[in-house]
């Protein structure tokens, strides 16, 4: 009788766990990650396609010919590594709550690490001659991380009200790169910039200040993403953007204000050999040289230098490509070095 009494009293604390975790379950609270989100159930639930247009604390919002779905990604994303991105082309699985779980993510055009986004079609590189001042040295960087990247750099120089930013106009036309003027505070420029923009998937980055999120709301009023004020003291801007996250524009354009995109680390950029296919307009000029391996430095007959100074190319492009150069060298040597430490 013992033993049948404690079997009894086992059976039910077992059911009334059971009945404690259903009703945890629907109190909606979030699934651990990589779990099914409570009421989720495999069984009859069906498979669509769509795009992540922004992710928080664990959730994928993903947008879909059915509207947006908050969904939460398989363990096995995990497993093998892989995190998805906002901007990634997905497939999930649906269930009766309305609620979703991410199963596989589709062949990415690009990625980035910071900030964390996928496929963009667009950068749009936003600088100024007005504070704070863009040096070309950041623009350059950011258009080969482009070019690298599969995306198309448009450079957009703000503040026109106050700078007419001519140098760095003439410097980015010249170099073949489409190059556009804008000013928030008065609407220049905005319908060049948004027809330059129309169907793809930008991103938007430039050093802080510049003008990104004031560019954005101008285009698309009602908008109302969160301004910065300039600093005086350091001649920039503060950060605004808190995450990342895309937008559908009535001009047909999805963008993305995306802090972080102006800081990298030169060996994600590219080898030393490689560097010189990040620079579209040395492209004539490469082949030409009379050493196979010219480095476009100091050596005799290289068609880069000599372009440089018939002005042919732009000054302080080659002056960019050969800070990048040196970067991309003493990365090496560290890497080497910290090879034969171990």
């Not at 259903?22 to 989100?37: F, K």
């Not at 801007?237 to 895309?246: C, D, K």
């Not at 000599?306 to 302080?316: F, N, P, W």
Request: glycine share 10%.
């Amino acid at each position: 009788m013992v033993t049948e009494f404690s079997c009894f009293l086992l059976q039910r604390m077992v059911h009334m766990v059971l009945m404690d975790m259903v009703e945890v379950g629907n109190c909606g609270g979030a699934a651990p990650d990589g779990v099914e989100p409570p009421g989720f159930s495999a069984r009859g639930a069906s498979t669509e396609r769509g795009t992540i247009f922004k992710a928080l604390s664990g959730f994928y919002y993903v947008e879909s010919g059915e509207g947006v779905v908050e969904c939460r990604a398989r363990g096995r994303f995990r497993l093998e590594g892989m995190s998805p991105l906002v901007g990634d082309r997905v497939e999930f699985s649906t269930a009766e709550r309305g609620k979703g779980v991410l199963t596989q993510v589709l062949e990415r055009k690009n990625s980035f690490v910071r900030p964390p986004i996928a496929n963009i079609d667009i950068m749009v590189v936003v600088a100024s001659a007005a504070i704070p001042v863009t040096e070309p040295y950041l623009i350059d960087r950011l258009t080969a991380i482009a070019v690298k990247n599969n995306c198309e750099p448009v450079i957009c120089i703000n503040k026109l009200d106050l700078d007419p930013a001519d140098r760095l106009y003439d410097i980015y036309s010249a170099a073949g790169f489409s190059t556009v003027r804008t000013s928030a505070a008065t609407g220049e420029g905005m319908d060049e910039l948004q027809d330059m923009m129309r169907g793809a998937v930008c991103a938007f980055t430039g050093n802080s200040g510049v003008g990104k999120s004031s560019i954005l709301n101008a285009i698309e009023p009602g908008f109302r993403i969160s301004v910065g004020d300039i600093s005086k003291k350091l001649g920039r801007g503060r950060h605004t953007t808190r995450h990342v996250e895309l937008y559908r524009l009535t001009c047909g354009a999805v963008v993305a204000d995306t802090p972080g995109f102006s800081a990298f680390d030169p060996d994600r950029l590219a080898s030393k050999d490689a560097l010189q296919g990040l620079f579209p307009d040395f492209g004539q000029y490469l082949g030409g040289c009379r050493f196979l391996d010219c480095a476009h430095q100091k050596e005799p007959g290289c068609k880069v230098l000599e372009a440089v100074r018939a002005g042919k190319l732009q000054k302080t492009r080659w002056e960019s490509y050969a800070r990048l150069y040196e970067q991309a060298l003493e990365y090496k040597e560290w890497e080497s070095g910290a090879r034969k430490r171990k």
